[in-house]
């Protein structure tokens, strides 16, 4: 699933491609905003994107759908 996150202060997201579920995202973000601490979210090659919560402006959950390349029927 492709995962946007917005930062205050910066004019660029963060984009990247993650395997965890948007609902196990969702609740990492809700946990750390409540604890006041880090979120943290791996993406498919194994980089970690470590955002402070107080920074999270939003966060955009594509779908996970993974789209079919090439002439393939459906």
């Known amino acids: 699933m492709e995962v946007r996150i917005g930062i205050?202060?910066?004019a660029r997201e963060v984009t990247?491609?993650?395997t965890t579920s948007a609902d196990d995202i969702v609740e990492h973000l809700q946990?750390?905003?409540t604890?006041?601490?880090l979120?943290?979210?791996v993406d498919e090659q194994g980089r970690r994107v470590?955002?402070?919560?107080s920074k999270v402006?939003?966060?955009d959950l594509g779908s996970s759908d993974v789209r079919a390349v090439g002439f393939?029927?459906?």
Do not use: H, K, Q, W
């Not at 470590?50 to 919560?53: E, H, Q, T």
């Open 8 to 10: 205050s202060d910066v």
């Open 16 to 18: 990247l491609r993650t």
């Open 31 to 33: 946990t750390a905003v």
């Open 35 to 37: 604890e006041n601490t």
């Open 39 to 41: 979120f943290e979210v």
């Open 50 to 53: 470590v955002v402070p919560s």
């Open 57 to 59: 402006a939003y966060l």
């Open 72 to 74: 393939g029927a459906l």
